[in-house]
């Protein structure tokens, strides 16, 4: 007997239909059911194939005009950042150091990170995200904070301490040896403690020594199953930079590669400049990327080039980050959009299928959670968000002459917002739902 059944219609992506023709990725049922037991699903189909299955007392909530999907994947997102979202005027380099590492400095106080990581894994829910990949500071304070607001809710977060022992302000450097301590120590309290992940952080190439990026490697061979994040050729001058501090390096992706950074558990943001030779050792290594399409335009880094990131010659996995606060949006519809125009730009249009599969799929993928999260099938975690189109009156308006899914659900990630979010269910929890609009 499941412990809880949703009804509506349900869409899911079932492989990456950058990869083969978008019919094949991905699922539709029009009116269909999930049971969900101990915080799983346990079944999914049509609702009149199941109905049956739904005894009398299980309660059943019905989403009539909505479609149900698997929550947002948030691929890369800075939790010590939101207070400075929306900041004006500077470029990457200039915008860690006037904006992001003061507001970092600050999360040595255990209260103020707990009080902005509440608030911000609210803020993913309130968006349909139900996973993210998340970076911390340097404090350990600022992990606990993070994995203890996730733990509260039973989410699937991973997230680690940010190792960087150079070029920035005292405050917010720890040193080679203490990155190292501090990362065990919060990996052996934090990796697998419930839904929750270690991810291994040094912050990029130009705040980390040599022998920092070693003991980050150390990490990742000491243990198997952990992941890596980290930055990688966002902005040219960050580029130049790189070269400078590694002159040794063929190029900064062979940086990461000599400490051992560089494989199938590493996901690295942005990637814009990255080159052929570059793109090449990320497919073969099986590294994967996170584009953070409006961090990119608001911080004016340039234009990620996702068909090339895709091309089938030699395709890489690819995850979709909102990469607040340099990203300026909570919404990963308002992520795809801007993702899209930036393939506009590009001169190529990306398909509805293709960009939720980037919420969705991809960035689970890139993760290394697609086996829990990221679609709707039996076994899976019941994290599932509930897309209202008719959720303003511009978009009620923009439904009625939809003649397709295809057609509602693009007009839906260019148009809509959190308000589009009806309600957020995190392993089978109802965790958000949206005060009546209207
Ligand atoms: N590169 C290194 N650190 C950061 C960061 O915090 N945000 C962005 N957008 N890029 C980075
Ligand atoms: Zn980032």
Known sequence: MPDLALRGGLYTLIDDPFLQPAADSALYEPDGLILIRDGRISALGA????????????PLRHYPDAILLPGFVDAHIHFPQVEIIGSYG?????????????????????????RIAEFFVDELLLNGTTAASVFCTSAPASVDAIFEAAQRRNMLLLAGKMMMDRHAPPAILDSAQASYDDSKALIERWHRNGRGRYTVSPRFALTSSPRQLELAGALMSEYSDLRLQSHISENRAEV???????PERAHYTDIYEHYGLLNERAIYGHGIHLSEAELRRFHETGAKIAHCPTSNFFIGSGLFDIARAKAASRPIVVGLGTDVGGGTSFSMLQTMAEAYKMAQLRGISINAAQSYYLATLGSAEALGIADRVGKLAPGYDADIVVLDPLATPLLALRAEVAESLEELLFALMICADDRAIQATYVAGELLHERRKPR
Do not use: M
């Not at 609702?47 to 299980?58: F, H, K, P, Q, T």
């Not at 130049?240 to 590694?246: P, T, W």
């Open 90 to 114: 500077a470029q990457l380099l200039e915008w860690l150091n006037t904006y992001t590492f003061p507001a970092e400095a600050k999360f040595t106080d255990p209260q103020h990170a707990g």
């Open 47 to 58: 609702y009149s194939a199941l109905r049956d299955r739904v005894g009398a007392d299980v």
């Open 240 to 246: 130049a930079r790189a070269a400078e501090l590694y």
